[in-house]
C-alpha cells in the first residue's frame, strides 16, 4: 500500500538552513504536503506542491520535488528558534477527497 | 469563522465505555476526515467523508463508528473503549478543488484505562 518515510530527527543552530527529507509510494499522487505541529497543538498547513512543479518557494520555505525518484523535501532557510516543532510530508491518495498518507514527522531542534 | 472546532480536548475513559467525539466546521467543506496520532506513526485515517450521508473507512477503522447526517458535523464513536484507542485525535476538513487544503482542528487527547 501507500507509505510515506521520514527521519525522525533533525538538528540544526539558529541561522543555518533546514532540510528535512520525504520519500512516498504513490505515484499518482496529485499533491504533496508539509505540516508543522508544534507541540500540544493541531497541524498547520505550511505549504504544498502539485504533482507536476519541480520547486515551490514561498518565503523561507522552499519544497523540491523528484518526481522520478518520489523524493519530496523541505528547505527552511535561516532557520529560528521557533521553527522548532515536528514536521510532516504527506500524499494525497484516492483523489480529491481528504485522504492523506502521513510520514512518521521528522522533529526539528534548532539550538541558539 | 471558527474552523473545525473539537470537543473535549482531554478524555478520560474505563474500558467498554463508549463515548462520541465531536467535530464541527463553519466553512460549509464537504469533505472530512478523522486522524488519530500515535507517538512515532504520524497520523493515521479512520475514517472519512466526502459530504452529508457518505462515509467511508481509512487506514485504522475497526473499534470506531462514523455518521454525516449534515455538512458541518461528523462526529466519532467509540462503542466499546479499549487501552489500545489510548491518542491524540484530529478532525479535519478539506476544501474541494486546488491543492485540497486540509484544515485540521485542535485534537481529543483521549486516554483509556
Known amino acids: 500500500g501507500e507509505d510515506v518515510e521520514q527521519s525522525l530527527f533533525l538538528s540544526v543552530r539558529e541561522g543555518d538552513s533546514s532540510v528535512i527529507n520525504c520519500t512516498y509510494t504513490?505515484?499518482?499522487?496529485?499533491?504533496l504536503y508539509w505540516y508543522k505541529q508544534e507541540p500540544g497543538a493541531g497541524l498547520q498547513l505550511l505549504t504544498y506542491?502539485?504533482?507536476?512543479?519541480d520547486m515551490k518557494q514561498d518565503q523561507r520555505l522552499t519544497v523540491l520535488l523528484n518526481k522520478k525518484d518520489k523524493h519530496l523535501s523541505l528547505r527552511i532557510a535561516d532557520t529560528q528558534t521557533g521553527d522548532s516543532a515536528i514536521y510532516f510530508c504527506?500524499?494525497?491518495?484516492?483523489?480529491?477527497?481528504?485522504?492523506?498518507?502521513f510520514g512518521q514527522g521528522t522533529t526539528l531542534q534548532v539550538k541558539p | 469563522n471558527a474552523g473545525v472546532t473539537q470537543t473535549p480536548k482531554f478524555q478520560v475513559l474505563k474500558t467498554g465505555q463508549s463515548m462520541t467525539l465531536q467535530c464541527a466546521q463553519d466553512m460549509n467543506h464537504e469533505y472530512m476526515s478523522w486522524y488519530r496520532q500515535d507517538p512515532g506513526m504520524g497520523l493515521r485515517l479512520i475514517h472519512y467523508?466526502?459530504?452529508?450521508?457518505?462515509?467511508d473507512q481509512g487506514e485504522v477503522p475497526n473499534g470506531y463508528n462514523v455518521s454525516r447526517s449534515t455538512t458541518e458535523d461528523f462526529p466519532l464513536r467509540l462503542l466499546s473503549a479499549a487501552p489500545s484507542q489510548t491518542s491524540v485525535y484530529f478532525c479535519?476538513?478539506?476544501?474541494?478543488?486546488?491543492?485540497?487544503?486540509?484544515?485540521f482542528g485542535p485534537g481529543t487527547r483521549l486516554t483509556v484505562l
Open positions: 504527506a500524499e494525497s491518495t484516492g483523489g480529491n477527497t481528504g485522504k492523506l498518507i
Open positions: 506542491i502539485f504533482s507536476n512543479m
Open positions: 504513490d505515484s499518482s499522487s496529485t499533491y
Open positions: 479535519a476538513s478539506t476544501l474541494a478543488g486546488r491543492g485540497g487544503t486540509q484544515y
Open positions: 467523508s466526502v459530504g452529508a450521508g457518505i462515509t
